[in-house]
């Protein structure tokens, strides 16, 4: 059975930095492709950030040179690192993993398989 337990949320005040870890069990995870989504109240969920096994990366425009994603394949752990944050990145944050094998990085949510409970970042201005 997967489980992703994501950790790192928390409040912030804007310009802050945060670090979201996720931890995988029960799958191949340097085979897989993880992600992070985020979700903010009366929004829709929305890409972030994705990593391949090959460190392969795509950002979403809104946080590129502000957020970095990472793996560590030997710790099954994916990390999201938030620099200079902004209440706009308010949101209930989800990592993602895709345990399928496909030729491309998604940024659509449904591509991904198992996904983490959710981590509450609050950025207050």
């Known amino acids: 059975q997967v489980h992703l337990v994501e950790s790192g949320g928390g409040l912030v005040q804007a310009g802050g930095s945060l670090r979201l870890s996720c931890a995988a069990s029960g799958i191949t995870f340097i085979s897989s492709d993880m992600a992070w989504f985020r979700q903010a109240p009366e929004k829709e969920r929305e890409f972030v950030a994705a990593?391949?096994?090959?460190?392969?990366?795509d950002y979403v425009d809104s946080v590129k040179g502000r957020f970095t994603i990472s793996r560590d394949n030997a710790k099954n752990t994916v990390y999201l690192q938030m620099n200079s944050l902004k209440p706009e990145d308010t949101a209930v944050y989800y990592c993602?993993?895709?345990?399928?094998?496909?030729?491309?990085?998604?940024?659509?949510?449904?591509?991904?398989?198992?996904w983490g409970q959710g981590t509450q970042v609050t950025v207050s201005s």
């Open positions: 990593i391949r096994r090959s460190g392969f990366i």
């Open positions: 993602a993993l895709r345990g399928r094998i496909a030729s491309t990085l998604s940024r659509v949510d449904y591509q991904y398989d198992y």
